[in-house]
């Protein structure tokens, strides 16, 4: 038994029975995220722990030892950011999943090994409603989503997720557990400390309970669905919403997106528009009706070539879920690489025309599918990894389009995480300062660097 087998053996006496996964064959499957990073190490084990106390464990072991670990959720992110490290531990939260509701003050505790459809589905029984709502959200954590500040599709009108953390319970890098917020509305308490985990990628800690906000189960919805025959046009037609009303949601999908998802659904969506846009409001009573109509007004004037409007839940929803699809239809065509860069909303029109161009620039397939309310886009780059010609520029044209977001005044990621893949753009977006403040907040939390090391900085 070598030495590091020895330490190993002080961790598994330390956790339940089971805890401590060493088989080669089940530590495969906890190397990567959906990101796929093809630079992932191999564990030295995987901890599936239940508790806090178990995470706190598993920490003290590490600082200990000088140990790397790497927190995991799902496994569903795309950034990297859950990607192994040689000789580390992936410490995962998936066995998670105790959660409590107190209906009269709106709030939810839950574990991170919960999915977010699982929240949405407990709270609901309660009549009430978890509003942050990534499309994967059938197979996300909310433990996942508070480390990347997770989007979806109803933010341009709801917010992310760190708008609903209220409260945690995280445990630092050495193993000290701090609960930091709580179930009160209003707080000033102190610096903000909840705020700077959420959307920390498991580099400052790893988050064992949260305390969520919720609202009121949201009202009856009602849908429109335009189809443009220029990007223009429906960019045109974006900003005139937005700045006329607050949507709950409002959604883009580009010509390779439309035929992608009509290929697998046929729901009977117009293959030779340049763009769709779904929208939906939730206004009370008849003003949802009001401001959909409103909706539909601005499209056409925009250029619609066809406007769908329906109160009916059933056909809303269908739209939604074609929406939701989009990514997993066009990956059909070929392995992805998955951009998240938003802009300023007045300069929506210049990055999906700019991605357009690079991907036409560099012989590549991509398709542009957005939260378009709040210019958070996804480029999605279609490459042949058996072909390393295809796969270099498509590298190249996903480099590009991070640099064509920042250019534009934008993010490298609005909602997905920056990782391990998106790392090296980091500086170029918040710059020398902001990064150096970075590295000192890193080296305080956690002095010897095993938190998730190679993501983000």
Not at 73 to 87: F, I, K, M, N
Not at 209 to 221: D, F, K, S, V
């Amino acid at each position: 038994m070598n030495e590091r087998s020895g330490d190993l053996d002080v961790l598994i006496s330390a956790l339940p029975d089971g805890a401590v996964v060493v088989d080669p064959d089940l530590l495969a499957g906890y190397r990567q995220d959906w990101a796929r990073d093809p630079d992932a190490g191999t564990p030295l084990a995987v901890v599936r722990a239940r508790s806090t106390a178990d995470v706190a464990a598993t920490m003290r072991w590490a600082h200990a030892n000088k140990v790397p670990v790497v927190p995991r959720g799902a496994g569903s992110g795309l950034s990297g950011g859950a990607t192994a490290v040689d000789g580390g531990i992936v410490l995962s939260t998936e066995l998670m999943r105790e959660i409590s509701i107190d209906a009269r003050t709106r709030i939810a505790v839950a574990q991170p090994g919960l999915l977010n459809a699982e929240v949405k589905r407990a709270v609901a029984a309660e009549g009430l409603w978890y509003p942050p709502d990534p499309s994967s959200f059938e197979i996300c954590s909310i433990g996942g989503n508070a480390a990347t500040n997770a989007g979806g599709l109803c933010c341009v009108k709801y917010g992310v997720t760190t708008d609903y953390v209220l409260g945690m319970e995280v445990v630092l890098a050495d193993g000290t557990v701090v609960r930091l917020g709580g179930p009160r509305l209003k707080d000033s308490a102190g610096l903000s400390l909840t705020k700077l985990f959420v959307g920390s990628e498991g580099t400052l800690g790893v988050i064992t309970e949260l305390t969520l906000r919720l609202l009121p189960a949201q009202p009856p919805q009602s849908t429109v669905v335009a189809s443009f025959g220029s990007l223009p046009a429906a960019t045109e037609a974006i900003l005139a919403i937005t700045s006329t009303l607050r949507p709950a949601m409002l959604e883009f999908m580009d010509t390779v997106a439309i035929n992608a998802v009509e290929d697998e659904m046929r729901m009977g969506l117009d293959r030779t528009a340049a763009a769709l846009l779904v929208a939906r409001s939730d206004a009370p009573g008849e003003f949802a009706g009001h401001e959909a109509q409103v909706m539909v007004e601005l499209c056409e004037k925009a250029g619609a070539t066809e406007v769908f409007h329906t109160e009916d839940a059933t056909e809303g929803e269908a739209f939604t879920a074609a929406r939701r699809f989009a990514s997993p239809a066009v990956e059909k065509i070929g392995p992805l690489l998955l951009e998240d860069v938003g802009v300023p909303l007045p300069r929506l029109g210049d990055l999906i025309a700019g991605v357009t161009a690079i991907g036409e620039r560099h012989d590549v397939l991509v398709s542009v599918i957005a939260h378009a309310g709040d210019g958070n886009t996804h480029p999605l780059i279609v490459h042949d990894p058996a072909d390393p010609d295809n796969t270099a520029r498509a590298h190249r044209a996903f480099g590009e389009i991070m640099d064509l977001a920042i250019a534009l005044g934008g993010t490298i990621t609005g909602e997905h995480g920056v990782g391990r893949l998106k790392k090296a753009w980091l500086p170029d977006q918040v710059g020398p300062d902001v990064m150096a403040l970075t590295r000192r907040i890193k080296d305080a939390l956690d002095p010897e660097g095993i938190l998730n090391p190679g993501a983000v900085l």
